[in-house]
């Protein structure tokens, strides 16, 4: 399992009140577990007051999540306004000098080892902060990652507030849907049960992972859409973006080969490395008949590289915070040891239709 936030949004450290805790609020506790995965009942969920000074109309409260599974463990902090809500792990700026883009370039390369180029909007939210996108510098392009920041340039939040009464879940379909429709899918069109995969292909967990859904696609191919959302984590894996890019070019040709690539890309996982990756997927895309010149276009089209790094930057502002996650129907799932949890939801999921 890969943290995702772990390594790229560390959050500061907080101070919890030595009060006991209070009673927490119902709609603060569902909207949390909204954003969260589901997990299993050993899962428990602790919330405690935030004393630290916040902007305006902002209520914080630390979220603490314990539990045996490492993707669902974690700390992170609940912003409330009267109307809106948000959850994540935000840049505290004190200590850094300078313009509120220079403070973020200087957090992110002291703390992340991370190049960014900051664009600050200047037309405030309605919780009174500004729109900011953080442009990743990496050897593929620009990763853009969107969030907000206060106007004293004190605090910024990677991902937007939502509105206290909106459908997190459905929320979260909706900023994925336009990636999703160039992503790798095979299932009904019309399945009632949608499943996303956000998957690193030199990731080694998303390989076991792989593994363990295949019988379950195989078991409910008939009734469930299937998406592999392609999640490189650039700055950690060298090779995983070719191999995504390399994917693409052979979906867009042959949309039923990309699943046997993707099965070869984890068998030889152990294999490969920035130096051969190239030519391992050139010689597979030869071994099954592609034309070469089209695959070598689709590889040197920047579009395509801009929807994929576009895409890990959207995935990483919607709760997308591990490698490899699962979304059922909009619904973040923990898969479980060898993949249990996730077969058992998505039959549940099946027979409510």
Same mark, same amino acid.
């Given at each position: 399992m890969k943290r995702l936030l772990a390594s790229l949004l560390p959050l500061a450290v907080v101070v919890a009140a030595a009060a006991a805790e209070p009673k927490p609020d119902d709609k603060l506790t569902e909207m949390i577990r909204s954003s969260l995965p589901l997990c299993g009942p050993d899962t428990k !969920?602790?919330?405690?007051?935030?004393?630290?000074?916040?902007?305006?109309?902002?209520?914080?409260?630390?979220v603490t999540i314990e539990s045996p599974r490492s993707a669902c463990a974690g700390q992170y902090l609940a912003i409330t306004t009267p109307r809106s809500f948000y959850l994540g792990q935000p840049w505290f700026l004190e200590g850094f000098t300078g313009t509120t883009e220079a403070k973020l370039k200087q957090f992110g390369w002291q703390n992340l080892q991370s190049a960014f180029t900051p664009k600050i909007g200047t037309e405030r939210t309605a919780e009174g902060?500004?729109?900011?996108?953080?442009?990743?510098?990496?050897?593929?392009?620009?990763?853009?990652?969107?969030?907000?920041?206060?106007?004293?340039?004190?605090?910024?939040?990677?991902?937007h507030f939502r509105p206290i009464a909106s459908?997190?879940?459905?929320?979260?379909?909706?900023?994925?849907?336009?990636?999703?429709?160039?992503?790798?899918?095979?299932?009904?069109?019309?399945?009632?049960?949608?499943?996303?995969?956000?998957?690193?292909?030199?990731?080694?967990?998303?390989?076991?992972?792989?593994?363990?859904?295949?019988?379950?696609?195989?078991?409910?191919?008939?009734? !469930?859409?299937?998406?592999?959302?392609?999640?490189?984590?650039?700055?950690?894996?060298?090779?995983?973006?070719?191999?995504?890019?390399?994917?693409?070019?052979?979906?867009?040709?042959?949309?039923?080969?990309?699943?046997?690539?993707?099965?070869q890309i984890y068998e030889n996982q152990d294999k490969l490395n920035a130096f051969l990756v190239e030519d391992f997927t050139r010689n597979?895309?030869?071994?099954?008949?592609?034309?070469?010149?089209?695959?070598?276009?689709?590889?040197?089209?920047?579009?395509?590289?801009?929807?994929?790094?576009?895409?890990?930057?959207?995935?990483?502002?919607?709760?997308?915070?591990?490698?490899?996650?699962?979304?059922?129907?909009?619904?973040?799932?923990?898969q479980g040891n060898d993949g249990g949890a996730l077969d058992k939801y998505i039959a549940e999921q099946l027979a409510k239709k």
């Open positions: !969920i602790k919330q405690e007051p935030f004393e630290r000074h916040m902007p305006p109309n902002m209520t914080g409260t630390i902060l500004l729109p900011v996108q953080l442009l990743e510098t990496t050897e593929y392009g620009p990763l853009p990652l969107d969030g907000e920041i206060d106007p004293q340039g004190t605090m910024f939040l990677l991902g459908d997190v879940r459905a929320e979260r379909l909706k900023a994925f849907a336009a990636f999703v429709q160039s992503s790798p899918t095979r299932g009904p069109a019309g399945a009632s049960v949608t499943v996303i995969e956000f998957s690193d292909f030199e990731c080694p967990s998303c390989r076991y992972a792989s593994i363990n859904f295949k019988p379950m696609f195989d078991k409910y191919k008939d009734q !469930i859409r299937f998406t592999r959302f392609d999640l490189p984590l650039v700055t950690n894996h060298p090779w995983a973006f070719a191999a995504a890019l390399a994917g693409r070019a052979i979906y867009r040709q042959k949309p039923d080969v990309f699943w046997t690539y993707k099965e597979f895309s030869k071994d099954h008949e592609l034309d070469m010149a089209k695959y070598d276009a689709d590889l040197a089209d920047q579009s395509i590289r801009k929807s994929i790094l576009s895409g890990v930057g959207v995935a990483f502002a919607n709760d997308i915070r591990a490698t490899p996650s699962y979304v059922v129907n909009g619904v973040i799932v923990d």
